[in-house]
């Protein structure tokens, strides 16, 4: 069974960027409180924040010339940052060490350029061991940083959870249910909160391409999210929802299995922008009336 936190991450992958986001530094640390180790990399702050994919692969190669990278043994994180260069007018915008760093980390080994060529910039990231990748997340901070974490042994810095989102081949072909899940990190402690930003952010690219849809029936957000002592969880729908009539998946078909997947949830309660569902008392799952076929 394949670790959890290890499948690939994707985030906000532009057709291009303008400006191209400029690299100015690479930089690594060990947070060992938090439970992993940290690779940061830091853009100018007058240029764009590029789009970027994180995923394990069984080799680092070089960009352009298709050459494997040499680097240290480990499991091997590929990081691709587009419309992002580490060069400008013919030249490094890097310290040179940064190119190549080799920290010695607990689980991150080494940090090599891999390639920077047309708006693509891409690093290898050695992680200790080879046979077991340890999991990890990717996000953007303050708008100029690329951060990617890396556990520690027997650490969960992050909640490894699950966001439903309806799926194409599901619905036309009638097969129940509707929704496929994909993996998501959430942030502790408050991880259905989390799970419900993931939703409403949509499927990124990769799982578009799979046929992934995030139906929001009208939702423009959620607000008042609260699990009750009894196991039930709480959400009210923003905007002027309505299930168009469907009787195959609304909103509320990907929400109850989000929030469901946590232990603390036997039941979920959905309500109207006005506060209003349809069976608002007892332990029984409720929607509101817009969103009944």
Not at 13 to 28: E, F, G
């Amino acid at each position: 069974m394949t670790q959890k936190c290890t499948s690939p991450i994707i985030e906000g992958l532009p057709p291009q960027n303008s400006p191209t986001a400029i690299l100015v530094d690479v930089r690594t640390g060990n947070h060992p409180d938090e439970g992993y180790d940290r690779v940061v990399f830091d853009f100018r702050d007058n240029t764009s924040t590029p789009g970027f994919s994180v995923s394990y692969v069984d080799q680092i190669i070089e960009d352009p010339s298709g050459n494997p990278l040499p680097m240290l043994p480990g499991a091997k994180l590929l990081v691709s940052m587009r419309w992002a260069a580490a060069h400008e007018n013919g030249n490094t915008t890097v310290p040179p060490g940064d190119l190549d760093l080799r920290p010695g980390l607990a689980r991150i080994k080494q940090v090599k350029r891999a390639g920077d060529f047309e708006g693509v910039l891409t690093f290898g990231i050695a992680v200790d061991p080879a046979g077991d990748p340890a999991p990890f997340r990717a996000y953007a901070l303050s708008g100029s940083r690329l951060v990617i974490d890396v556990a520690h042994v027997g650490q969960s810095p992050w909640y490894c959870g699950e966001v439903f989102f309806g799926d194409q081949q599901k619905i036309v072909n009638n097969i129940d249910p509707p929704v496929t899940a994909v993996e998501r990190r959430l942030i502790k402690p408050a991880v259905a909160g989390a799970a419900l930003q993931e939703l409403f952010k949509g499927p990124n690219e990769a799982e578009r391409e799979r046929g992934l849809v995030f139906v929001d029936s009208h939702a423009t957000g959620f607000a008042d999210l609260r699990v009750s002592q009894w196991k039930v969880a709480h959400v009210r729908l923003l905007g002027p929802i309505s299930s168009d009539g469907s009787s195959v998946i609304t909103i509320a078909t990907e929400i109850i299995p989000t929030l469901k997947q946590f232990p603390t949830v036997d039941w979920v309660k959905i309500y109207d922008e006005d506060g209003k569902t349809g069976q608002p008392d007892g332990p029984v799952d409720s929607i509101p009336e817009q969103l009944e076929p």
